[in-house]
């Protein structure tokens, strides 16, 4: 079965500031993983996505993220924050192969300030 | 390209209702599945499908039914609307180990 606790549902940081949002999987089998980002009133747009492979993974926009095994992370960071990164954003995960289920975390909003 | 496209926008309902909300995708994916979002709690999974004939349930399936005749339709019953049921639904398909390509959500509200 999996899981995905995203830890904290509010973020805020100041414009051209770090953006660290948190995720971690819990997994019976090898995960794969994404981070979907939601701006109101609007559907889900994928950021990124770890299947197998390089576990540091580039996304649009900016952002990427880091699959640690060890720590059953995959956190997404971005350098510098801009105004439009604004948006509600939502980790993750499922089985390999024919596993059908994509479970999701509870989201995290990220606040942008001036 | 319409990708995933899902119908009605909006919805009003009074209890003990029932209604279909549609979903239908042009990317010949397998998998299709069906979440509710209401704030605070992300987006929780109602019910899955692998393919035409195979349907499961997710992490909230009562209340609502589904069924896949086809690769490219999958819609969401549900048989008594009840105000626990006011939410938005997305519909998602996506390939075996892919991304998910997410209609644009119903709004519905129960009352």
């Known amino acids: 079965a999996q899981s995905v606790t995203q830890l904290g549902s509010h973020v805020s940081v100041s414009e051209g500031a770090l953006v660290l949002l948190r995720c971690n999987y819990s997994s019976s089998v090898p995960p794969y993983l994404f981070w979907y980002v939601q701006y109101p009133n609007q559907g889900l747009q994928l950021l990124l996505k770890y299947t197998t492979g390089a576990t540091l993974v580039k996304g649009i926009n900016g952002f990427e993220a880091e699959f640690k095994k060890s720590e059953t992370s995959f956190h997404l960071t971005k350098p510098s924050a801009h105004m439009s990164d604004a948006a509600e954003y939502f980790c993750a995960v499922s089985g390999p192969g024919n596993t059908g289920k994509l479970i999701f975390g509870q989201g995290t909003t990220l606040q942008v300030k001036p | 390209n319409a990708g995933v496209t899902q119908t009605p926008k909006f919805q009003v309902l009074k209890t003990g209702q029932s209604m279909t909300l549609q979903c239908a995708q042009d990317?010949?994916?397998?998998?299709m599945s069906w979440y509710r979002q209401d704030p605070g709690m992300g987006l929780r999974l109602i019910h899955y499908s692998v393919g035409a004939g195979i349907t499961d349930q997710g992490e909230v399936p009562n209340g609502y039914n589904v069924s896949r005749s086809t690769t490219e339709d999958f819609p969401l019953r549900l048989l008594s609307a009840a105000p626990s049921q006011t939410s938005v639904y997305f519909c998602?398909?996506?390939?075996?180990?892919?991304?998910?390509?997410f209609g644009q959500g119903t709004r519905l509200t129960v009352v």
């Open positions: 990317m010949n994916h397998e998998y």
């Open positions: 998602a398909s996506r390939p075996p180990g892919g991304e998910a390509f």
